[in-house]
């Protein structure tokens, strides 16, 4: 019977200890931050739109020159996100093997919240404004309210591709590799946001040449790793930066291209991101961690590109 109960004992203390370190990280909770104890904060579904238009300039027969600009909605079409005007240069050696590099700016929208000091009228019964009585004045009361604001903030981008092609019959397969690094160019807290992202870009696609028509339907998955993501520390006073990766999106998207002529093209796709980001909150005088968390959100995301050639 003793020994029954010693077992019980045993697994109900497991059992509390395996709760504990899986409970979400809050602070002053003395559980140290890892990936598997951040708040997850799910920020919902999100349909956005991305019109964009390029020039591509052939440079001989293995050359080409790029230029192009994009234009970015989120939160149902209802708000810019970002506008993004990008050149390139791309080499083809081979049919089956093309590099690529291009340095993009990258005007991203920033909606905020302010709180700010506001006069609400002080009505009658009837619904009139009260003034007061020996002035004339209208009567106010102050509020403290919400307020939100808007910004512009750049990021300065480089994309370095190598791309893999093989065909199969009538079916193109493709393998991209794409390495980007991005500068940020506002004042950030190196712990919770690096200043310098580098993010590895790997997408498969697949896609079908009709016989006889302009169309030419594909499909594709892309995930985005996150190389140098500053790893949570319960004090950054206490403890040297660190970085590790993590996997913070996966792309999937169906489309296909129209030939318009030899010269213009149309590329209508959707695609559905699963994004998740890991963000860090720390006290900026003692240094302690005040947020941990992993914000979920899926987007599904209606793409117009329009192709110039010349």
Same mark, same amino acid.
């Given at each position: 019977?003793?020994?029954?109960?010693?077992?019980? *004992?045993?697994?109900?203390?497991?059992?509390?200890?395996?709760?504990?370190?899986?409970?979400?990280?809050?602070?002053?909770?003395?559980?140290?931050?890892?990936?598997?104890?951040?708040?997850?904060?799910?920020?919902?579904?999100?349909?956005?739109?991305?019109?964009?238009?390029? *020039?591509?300039?052939?440079?001989?027969?293995?050359?080409?020159?790029?230029?192009?600009?994009?234009?970015?909605?989120?939160?149902?079409?209802?708000?810019?996100?970002?506008?993004?005007?990008?050149?390139?240069?791309?080499?083809?050696?081979?049919?089956?093997?093309?590099?690529?590099?291009?340095?993009? *700016?990258?005007?991203?929208?920033?909606?905020?919240?302010?709180?700010?000091?506001?006069?609400?009228?002080?009505?009658?019964?009837?619904?009139?404004?009260?003034?007061?009585?020996?002035?004339?004045?209208?009567?106010?009361?102050?509020?403290?309210?919400?307020?939100?604001?808007?910004?512009?903030?750049?990021?300065?981008?480089?994309?370095?591709?190598?791309?893999?092609?093989?065909?199969?019959?009538?079916?193109?397969?493709?393998?991209?590799?794409?390495?980007?690094?991005?500068?940020?160019?506002?004042?950030?807290?190196?712990?919770?946001?690096?200043?310098?992202?580098?993010?590895?870009?790997?997408?498969?696609?697949?896609?079908?040449?009709?016989?006889?028509?302009?169309?030419?339907?594909?499909?594709?998955?892309?995930?985005?790793?996150?190389?140098?993501?500053?790893?949570?520390?319960?004090?950054?006073?206490?403890?040297?930066?660190?970085?590790?990766?993590?996997?913070?999106?996966?792309?999937?998207?169906?489309?296909?291209?129209?030939?318009?002529?030899?010269?213009?093209? *149309?590329?209508?796709?959707?695609?559905?991101?699963?994004?998740?980001?890991?963000?860090?909150?720390?006290?900026?005088?003692?240094?302690?961690?005040?947020?941990?968390?992993?914000?979920?959100?899926?987007?599904?995301?209606?793409?117009?590109?329009?192709?110039?050639?010349?």
């Amino acid at each position: 019977m003793k020994h029954n109960l010693r077992i019980v *004992l045993t697994l109900a203390a497991l059992m509390s200890c395996t709760m504990l370190f899986a409970q979400q990280w809050e602070e002053g909770a003395g559980i140290p931050p890892t990936r598997g104890n951040a708040q997850t904060i799910d920020e919902g579904n999100d349909v956005q739109g991305r019109l964009r238009a390029s *020039l591509e300039i052939p440079l001989g027969k293995k050359w080409e020159v790029t230029w192009s600009e994009q234009v970015r909605v989120m939160d149902n079409f209802s708000k810019l996100d970002k506008i993004v005007s990008s050149v390139g240069v791309g080499y083809k050696p081979w049919d089956f093997l093309k590099f690529g590099i291009d340095y993009s *700016l990258v005007n991203e929208r920033q909606y905020d919240t302010e709180e700010v000091e506001v006069q609400i009228p002080v009505l009658n019964d009837d619904g009139s404004q009260k003034v007061d009585n020996m002035t004339g004045e209208p009567i106010y009361n102050f509020a403290m309210q919400d307020v939100e604001t808007k910004s512009w903030g750049l990021r300065h981008r480089t994309n370095i591709d190598v791309t893999g092609m093989y065909r199969i019959g009538r079916v193109k397969l493709s393998l991209r590799e794409r390495l980007r690094i991005q500068f940020r160019t506002d004042s950030v807290c190196k712990y919770e946001k690096p200043e310098t992202t580098f993010s590895l870009r790997s997408r498969f696609k697949t896609a079908y040449d009709l016989r006889n028509s302009r169309w030419e339907p594909y499909a594709f998955v892309e995930l985005y790793t996150m190389l140098n993501s500053p790893k949570p520390v319960d004090n950054f006073k206490d403890f040297p930066l660190q970085n590790e990766a993590y996997i913070n999106r996966v792309r999937l998207a169906v489309g296909t291209e129209f030939k318009i002529n030899n010269y213009h093209r *149309l590329d209508m796709y959707y695609m559905v991101h699963f994004n998740r980001t890991y963000n860090s909150r720390y006290k900026g005088n003692k240094g302690d961690l005040k947020e941990w968390s992993l914000e979920k959100m899926c987007n599904h995301v209606i793409c117009i590109d329009y192709k110039f050639k010349l």
